[in-house]
């Protein structure tokens, strides 16, 4: 009933910053009506991590490992989710993969890879 579709991700030099966007598309009812949404990362080898989320009310959480870095937004108007991803450091490099939540269901984007080299 929902589509994620992730977009933003690209090579970047340490130091810089990007910025990732996910739209939400699909079922009227569901897409206007999702819970929380929010980002996961996976890297070559190690297990899907979470890297932040919000509430559809727009309160965020953020890793420890991403927190004065990294920033999760939200426009319900646009059914979308943003990322914005700054002093981004080599170990940030991974799959970044957009998370929805309708519940008791889980939505997940096909990934967008951030490669960050030092």
């Known amino acids: 009933q929902v589509q994620l579709a992730e977009s933003g991700g690209g090579l970047v030099q340490a130091g810089g910053s990007l910025r990732l966007s996910c739209v939400a598309s699909g079922n009227f009812f569901f897409i206007n009506t999702l819970d929380t949404m929010g980002w996961y990362r996976q890297a070559p080898g190690k297990q899907r991590e979470l890297v932040a989320t919000?509430?559809?009310?727009?309160?965020?959480n953020h890793a420890d490992s991403v927190k004065g870095r990294f920033t999760i937004s939200r426009d319900n108007t646009k059914n979308t989710v943003y990322l914005q991803m700054n002093s981004l450091k080599a170990e940030d490099t991974a799959v970044y993969y957009c998370?929805?939540?309708?519940?008791?269901?889980?939505?997940w984007g096909q990934g967008t890879q951030v490669t960050v080299s030092s």
């Open positions: 919000i509430t559809r009310g727009g309160s965020p």
């Open positions: 998370y929805a939540r309708h519940n008791p269901d889980d939505y």
